[in-house]
C-alpha cells in the first residue's frame, strides 16, 4: 500500500520561509517521479511543482518560479518543497502526489498517489 505522508506546514510571516517534506513508503519512489500541488479555501486544487525521478527535471507554476524548489533524496524516499518568500496567497493545503512514472507532470490528473495534506498558513 502506498503511503505519502507530508510535514513542515505551518504558521510563518509574509517574506519568511517553510520546508515541506514527503515521506513515502510502499512504491520503487526512485522510479517516480513526484509533485506538489495546493489547495486554497473555496478553489480547486492547483499545480506547484513536479520533480522527475532521478531529480533532472524539474518545473514549476509560475506564481512560485524563483521562490520554491523542489527537490528529492531517492535514498530516503523523501520529496522537499523548499518555499521562500512566502507570501499571503500562499497559504494552502500542500499536497504531496507520486506518480506511476517517472516523467514529471504539471497535471493533477496524471498523479495516482496523494498525500493527507499539510496546512500552510502565511500571515501579512
Known amino acids: 500500500q502506498v503511503q505519502l505522508v507530508e510535514s513542515g506546514g505551518g504558521l510563518v510571516q509574509a517574506g519568511g520561509s517553510l520546508r515541506l517534506s514527503c515521506a513515502a513508503s510502499?512504491?520503487?519512489?526512485?522510479?517516480?517521479?513526484m509533485g506538489w500541488f495546493r489547495q486554497a479555501p473555496g478553489k480547486e486544487r492547483t499545480f506547484v511543482a513536479t520533480?522527475?525521478?532521478?531529480?533532472?527535471?524539474?518545473y514549476y507554476a509560475d506564481s512560485v518560479k524563483g521562490r520554491f524548489t523542489i527537490s528529492r533524496d531517492n535514498a530516503k524516499n523523501t520529496v522537499y518543497l523548499q518555499m521562500n518568500s512566502l507570501q499571503p496567497e500562499d497559504t494552502a493545503v500542500y499536497y504531496c502526489?507520486?506518480?506511476?512514472?517517472?516523467?514529471?507532470?504539471?497535471?493533477?490528473?496524471?498523479?495516482?498517489?496523494w498525500g493527507q495534506g499539510t496546512q500552510v498558513t502565511v500571515s501579512s
Open positions: 502526489a507520486g506518480r506511476s512514472t517517472r516523467w514529471a507532470s504539471g497535471q493533477t490528473h496524471d498523479y495516482d498517489y
Open positions: 510502499g512504491l520503487t519512489f526512485s522510479s517516480n517521479a
Open positions: 520533480i522527475s525521478w532521478t531529480g533532472g527535471g524539474t
